[in-house]
């Protein structure tokens, strides 16, 4: 897949450019961002720079990741970064998982809801995606508001399922289906027995 630029109201979506190294690294010093995600800790220069130049471009081309800068339409500032991941796209699974951080200054103006309300569109609409995944620690507050905002469904916690700093930690899982946002779906949606 080549990478593409998608556009919301205040934010364009685009390929990682070299430019962005020093801006991911700066927000990647936030304690929060390694804290609640698997970025490396201390957060290297050299960490920034392989994320921008080997990573992204290698999700891109292998078709294992798709990951893009949030930046602002008006300056070009970067406040966040949107990817999906673990993607499942060729069989019947047709599933992936968002994943997203925020720059710390740049938290608490929708910024991250605008940016992964439009990258789930475009799962949904382009690549055929009929379930997306959210995870998360658990206690992960700031994540879980998101992803409710977009209308996932958090189904429960995973025992062990996040390594982080040398432990297992558990995991809250959500769910969003086209059919939560009223689209439709090429695979039918037979729900099992809900418990009483």
Known sequence: ??????????LVL?????????????????????????????YLREHAQNFVTEMVPNGWRDNTSYSLAVVTKDDGVLVGAMGLVRLELAGPERQAEIGYWTVKEHRGRGYTVEAARRMIDWAFGEL?????????????????????????????TLRARIPHAGTRRDSWIGSLLPSDLGLPTPTPYLPGPQPS
């Open 14 to 42: 685009r390929p990682f450019e070299a430019s962005d190294v020093d801006a991911v690294f700066a927000a990647c010093q936030d304690p929060d961002i390694p804290r609640w995600t698997n970025v490396p800790s201390p």
């Open 128 to 156: 055929g995606v009929e379930r997306m995944e959210w995870y998360a620690e658990v206690g992960n507050e700031g994540s879980w508001a998101v992803a409710r905002s977009l209308g996932f469904q958090r189904e429960g």
């Open 1 to 10: 897949m080549e990478p593409l630029i998608l556009n919301t109201p205040r």
